[in-house]
């Protein structure tokens, strides 16, 4: 059973930055590919970012790209977010997500996919 804890969300101004960070605990990270998820109230959790297990592949929605950056540190247990240039259309909860992932460079995009989620953390942009 894998437990993830999401921190670093918060309120900030249009063209601001944030970092976001998920801690694992509880299975072997470095199995597990990882994503990032946003739901904004009204509306559907979309994909926002992924990596493999390895951090050698990484996926981003179009929406973020360019702005938006997915790392992560196997001996941290933890996979980030870095969030530049925010909109306030990117006002959501955050969640992160793990996936058992068989092939070193497997991520996935499908929600439906992922095994464990955290609780989220509220990302809050003003315009």
């Known amino acids: 059973q894998v437990q993830l804890v999401e921190s670093g969300g918060g309120l900030v101004q249009a063209g601001d930055s944030l970092r976001l960070s998920c801690a694992a605990s509880?299975?072997?990270?470095?199995?597990?590919?990882m994503g990032w998820f946003r739901q904004a109230p009204g509306k559907e959790r979309e994909f926002v970012a992924a990596i493999s297990k390895s951090g050698a592949r990484t996926s981003y929605a179009d929406s973020v790209k360019g702005r938006f950056t997915i790392s992560r540190d196997n001996a941290q247990n933890t996979v980030y977010l870095q969030m530049n240039n925010l909109k306030p259309e990117d006002t959501a909860v955050y969640s992160c997500?793990?996936?058992?992932?068989?092939?070193?460079?497997?991520?996935?995009?499908?929600?439906?996919?992922?095994?464990?989620w955290g609780q989220g953390t509220q990302v809050t942009v003003s315009s």
């Open positions: 997500a793990a996936a058992s992932a068989y092939l070193s460079g497997q991520y996935y995009i499908d929600p439906h996919k992922y095994n464990y």
């Open positions: 509880g299975g072997t990270f470095s199995r597990y590919a």
